[in-house]
């Protein structure tokens, strides 16, 4: 799919409800085989699974009509270290602004912490940024299955 039709589908996935939103952070979460959070407050996590080496790998879908800040790098940042995960995918609506990476990436002990941020066009258009997490985590590429239609 090219970014230009990506971008257009994204931008209606972003009008949905919110309740809709927290429903398809939800199938994401169980479509990539992780562990899906609770209904409503979750806690800062959409989803949780280990990996073959038992390390834990998690993932926090916003799907915000508005670029993600430094307040939510902190609450990444924070959420990464409690859960001690070593693998890390945030998938973003709009996007990050570049506050955010500042932010995330100035915090300490993020080295052995493979983090990708990834948007809702990443993932529709399969972009370089969308294949490089797919190499660490592969079932990302589970992603192509969903009819992402439905949610205009």
Same mark, same amino acid.
């Given at each position: 799919?090219?970014?230009?039709?990506?971008?257009?589908?994204?931008?209606?996935?972003?009008?949905?409800?919110?309740?809709?939103?927290?429903?398809?952070g939800r199938?994401l979460?169980?479509?990539?085989?992780?562990?899906?959070?609770?209904?409503?407050?979750?806690g800062?996590?959409d989803?949780? &699974?280990? @990996?073959?080496?038992?390390?834990?790998?998690? =993932? /926090?879908?916003?799907?915000s009509? !508005?670029?993600?800040?430094? *307040?939510?790098?902190?609450?990444?940042?924070?959420?990464?270290?409690?859960?001690?995960?070593?693998?890390?995918?945030?998938?973003?609506?709009k996007?990050?602004?570049?506050?955010?990476?500042q932010?995330?990436?100035g915090?300490?002990?993020?080295?052995?912490?493979n983090?990708?941020?990834?948007t &809702?066009? @990443?993932?529709?258009a399969?972009?370089?940024? =969308? /294949?490089?997490?797919?190499?660490? !985590?592969?079932?990302?590429? *589970?992603?192509?299955?969903?009819?992402?239609?439905?949610?205009?």
């Amino acid at each position: 799919m090219s970014e230009y039709i990506a971008y257009n589908l994204a931008l209606g996935i972003l009008e949905t409800t919110p309740q809709r939103k927290q429903e398809l952070g939800r199938m994401l979460s169980k479509l990539l085989g992780f562990h899906p959070g609770p209904l409503g407050p979750d806690g800062g996590i959409d989803g949780v &699974l280990f @990996d073959e080496s038992d390390r834990l790998v998690y =993932f /926090q879908c916003k799907l915000s009509h !508005l670029a993600l800040d430094t *307040n939510h790098a902190k609450l990444l940042y924070a959420d990464i270290l409690y859960h001690r995960a070593t693998i890390a995918v945030m998938l973003a609506g709009k996007g990050y602004k570049d506050t955010f990476g500042q932010r995330l990436f100035g915090h300490p002990h993020l080295e052995n912490v493979n983090i990708h941020l990834l948007t &809702l066009v @990443d993932v529709l258009a399969q972009t370089d940024k =969308f /294949q490089a997490a797919v190499k660490a !985590l592969p079932q990302l590429e *589970n992603l192509s299955e969903i009819d992402w239609k439905q949610f205009r």
